[in-house]
């Protein structure tokens, strides 16, 4: 199994930034895809980003590009993401979540969940 816990959520106003982090605990990570979610009051969760524990295959939603950066910290077993020139619409519930790649518990879906952290951006 994979445990994930998520923090740095908070308040900040428009055009600020915050930074969130999320530890993962598991047998192993080499077949690892960690994956930030964030949900809204009254809207679906999307996927904001996405990177394998080996640093590939990184992925950004365009609604973030260019203003959101993931970064891994493998002594420390985290992925952070690095929130800058936030904007009213991305306050949100924001979910730390992993898959496996490959073997036979590989799915497309993402089957491990953090608790959240609430994110809210002033105007």
């Known amino acids: 199994q994979v445990q994930l816990v998520e923090s740095g959520g908070g308040l900040v106003q428009a055009g600020g930034s915050l930074r969130l982090s999320c530890a993962a605990s598991?047998?192993?990570?080499?077949?690892?895809?960690m994956g930030w979610f964030r949900q809204a009051p009254g809207k679906e969760r999307e996927i904001v980003a996405g990177?394998?524990?080996?640093?590939?295959?990184?992925y950004y939603a365009d609604s973030v590009k260019d203003r959101f950066t993931l970064s891994r910290d493998n002594t420390k077993n985290t992925v952070d993401l690095q929130m800058n020139s936030l904007k009213p619409e991305d306050t949100a519930v924001y979910y730390c979540?992993?898959?496996?790649?490959?073997?036979?518990?590989?799915?497309?879906?993402?089957?491990?969940w953090g608790q959240g952290t609430q994110v809210t951006v002033s105007s």
């Open positions: 979540a992993a898959r496996m790649i490959v073997g036979p518990s590989a799915s497309s879906d993402y089957k491990y």
């Open positions: 598991a047998r192993t990570f080499s077949n690892v895809r």
């Open positions: 990177i394998n524990w080996n640093g590939g295959a990184v």
